[in-house]
């Protein structure tokens, strides 16, 4: 049974550039988080998607962006990169709203030059 | 504002000396506290969903009890493959789609 699986698993970009990293849940799980995780810090929320919709959003700006897809899918775009996104981009999924659990990716290592 | 506070930051033990972590607490209606384990450069990996005070959950050599105001998660006698960062989250009845983290706990367990 695949868990969840993230592409790719390292990027570098320049600043202001833009990016999109991939996330496909885990069988059965119809819900997507994306949480940035910077160095030695906890997992920061940054949205979810449910039924192709945002339903909830955390402190990120509007740079940040998502989608769903209707095999429950999700891409996290960042526009206009600042040296501050370099971080380990996680993708959670869940069936619901995650009271049961969520289940985690490996993550994108993504660096901003 | 809900938040989680871990200590310590880092722990480090010999094998076989059981310690123990701390995640305190403050959620506006507490639906679920739940422990990860973490490795370098990999994703947070499930350990145990916890839902009410009292409730204790066990695997392996570890184990999560619950209060109303903090977690904590024991180890008994500890092996070298132990050594990650443990990640504690809430979520709240407030914010039901997300989980607010702690910033870890890194432990290193010598052989």
């Known amino acids: 049974d695949a868990g969840v699986t993230q592409s790719p698993t390292h990027l570098i970009k320049t600043r202001g550039q833009q990016v999109t990293l991939r996330c496909s849940p885990k069988s059965g799980h119809d819900t997507v988080s994306w949480y940035q995780q910077a160095l030695g810090q906890g997992p920061q929320f940054i949205f979810q998607y449910y039924e192709e919709e945002e339903r909830q959003r955390g402190n990120f700006p509007d740079r940040f962006s998502g989608h769903q897809f209707p095999n429950y899918s999700s891409e996290l775009n960042v526009n206009a990169l600042l040296l501050g996104d370099s971080a380990l981009y996680l993708c959670?999924?869940?069936f619901g709203d995650g009271y049961y659990g969520y289940t985690f990716g490996s993550g994108t290592r993504l660096t901003v030059v | 504002e809900d938040q989680v506070t871990q200590s310590p930051e880092a722990l480090r033990l010999q094998e076989g000396e059981s310690s123990s972590l701390n995640c305190s607490y403050t959620v506006s209606g507490l639906r679920g506290l739940f422990w990860y384990r973490q490795d370098p450069g990999k994703g947070p990996e499930f350990l145990f969903t916890?839902?009410?005070a009292g409730e204790e959950k066990e695997k392996e050599r570890l184990k999560a009890t619950l209060t109303k105001k903090e977690s904590f998660l024991h180890i008994t006698a500890p092996k070298p493959e132990d050594s990650a960062t443990y990640l504690c989250?809430?979520?709240?009845?407030?914010?039901?789609?997300?989980?607010?983290f702690g910033q870890g706990t890194t432990l290193q367990v010598k052989p």
């Open positions: 989250a809430v979520q709240g009845s407030s914010n039901t789609g997300k989980l607010i």
């Open positions: 916890l839902y009410s």
């Open positions: 959670a999924s869940s």
